[in-house]
């Protein structure tokens, strides 16, 4: 499926945010040209580890994707992508607010030069705001979203997680917003100025969080029900305040995820392990305290082999809690197929396949740094003789050897 095959993206992004974006774009069908600067180019490519002489992640990210670079420090190099953006559909911009402005690139300016042009801004507070023009990245926007403070350790600060929720929680936003906004072009003709913070993003996957703190805020007469339990760092249902929904080490150091979260889990979990089910488990309280070390003490008792096997003979919920380094022999993605490598000159690269990416296996890998530099002016109006200039000059250049 590439919905998107008619649609060109300029994409001025760099490292995860909207680079996560323009891939499923890029997978759903659409041309994505990087835009990156003569001094390295996108962050990501020299970010540790490498594959195939560049950063694994980079290669994860810009599969089917193409690179110019273009300084847009100089005139000659901002006047060379006013003229390429009026053969684009879609512009990214990730940078603070302001700075495309004080290029003379600022999203009306180019929006003039093509009013059906479509920009999606991504940043990490948003174009308005007292900290519209703060620095951060998805650390911040986690902890002054609320979620942050919703996790545990109870009485300690809270873990970073091992992951980013906010930059690519922000790029799936942008997807949205973009094919949103690519729809009502059909019925107006006219583009639009798409403003994405990335701390606003990550509000909803704190839904039912934010649920307990609507309650608490009304007060049981107002809601209509009973008091909320208290909010805190690991004290709700979902955040580990419940033993039934929450991880165990094994006897061998293993962890495991129980998300016994409705009865008849709770209740197979505690049949298969001898116990009488009690159904104040399920909600959260000082009870828990005992509860949980009663179920820690079962879960040190058994390795995590053995809990693998006893999830698969009781339908409870329970999943063993994988290493990165073991996710891609899991026989489960292995089967879905998430996991394929792209061949090319420098060697293959691993990648990781989003729900929407096709299977075909009609895939470019990553591009170097300006590599399609002299393709991408060209199909944008230039002259061979003005790209010539420009690699002169330096405010282009080529990668293409």
């Not at 999606?120 to 519209?132: E, I, M, R, V």
């Not at 545990?152 to 980013?164: A, D, E, S």
Request: hydrophobic fraction near 40%; include cysteine; charged fraction near 20%.
């Amino acid at each position: 499926m590439r919905p998107l095959s008619d649609i060109k993206v300029l994409d001025l992004s760099r490292l995860l945010p909207g680079p996560f974006a323009t891939l499923v774009l890029a997978d759903l069908g659409a041309q994505v040209d990087k835009v990156e600067d003569p001094g390295g180019g996108d962050y990501m490519r020299h970010m540790p580890p490498e594959v195939a002489g560049e950063s694994a992640s980079f290669h994860l990210l810009n599969r089917g994707k193409r690179s110019a670079v273009l300084d847009l420090k100089r005139a000659e190099g901002r006047e060379a992508l006013r003229k390429i953006v009026r053969s684009y559909d879609v512009l990214f911009d990730q940078f603070r607010p302001g700075v495309m402005d004080r290029l003379g690139l600022g999203h009306e300016a180019l929006r003039a030069e093509n009013p059906r042009l479509v920009i999606c801004a991504l940043t990490g507070y948003g174009q308005s705001g007292p900290l519209a023009q703060r620095a951060g990245h998805d650390l911040n926007y986690l902890a002054r979203a609320g979620l942050l403070g919703a996790q545990g350790p109870v009485g300690g600060p809270p873990q970073p997680p091992g992951f980013q929720l906010a930059d690519v929680g922000g790029g799936m936003w942008c997807v949205i917003a973009i094919l949103a906004a690519l729809r009502e072009r059909e019925r107006t003709g006219q583009g639009a100025v798409l403003d994405i913070a990335m701390s606003d993003s990550v509000l909803g996957f704190g839904t039912v969080t934010l649920g307990s703190m609507f309650a608490e805020a009304l007060g049981p007469k107002a809601a209509g029900g009973s008091p909320a339990a208290p909010l805190g760092q690991g004290t709700e249902t979902l955040t580990g305040g419940i033993a039934p929904y929450n991880t165990y080490l094994t006897s061998d150091g293993q962890a495991m995820a129980l998300a016994a979260l409705e009865p008849k889990f709770w209740t197979a979990f505690c049949t298969g392990v001898g116990i009488a089910p009690d159904m104040s488990a399920l909600l959260a309280g000082p009870h828990q305290a005992a509860l949980k070390e009663q179920v820690a003490a079962l879960f040190r008792s058994r390795t995590r082999e053995a809990w693998v096997a006893f999830a698969a003979e009781h339908d409870c919920c329970l999943e063993p809690v994988l290493h990165p380094r073991e996710v891609p022999a899991d026989p489960q993605l292995a089967a879905r197929e998430v996991f394929f490598e792209i061949p090319s000159a420098r060697g293959a690269t691993p990648q990781v396949r989003m729900p929407v990416t096709p299977r075909d296996g009609s895939f470019t890998p990553a591009p170097r740094s300006g590599e399609h530099t002299r393709a991408i002016l060209r199909e944008g109006g230039l002259s061979d003789a003005e790209i010539d200039a420009l690699i002169q000059q330096g405010a282009a250049k080529d990668g293409a050897g």
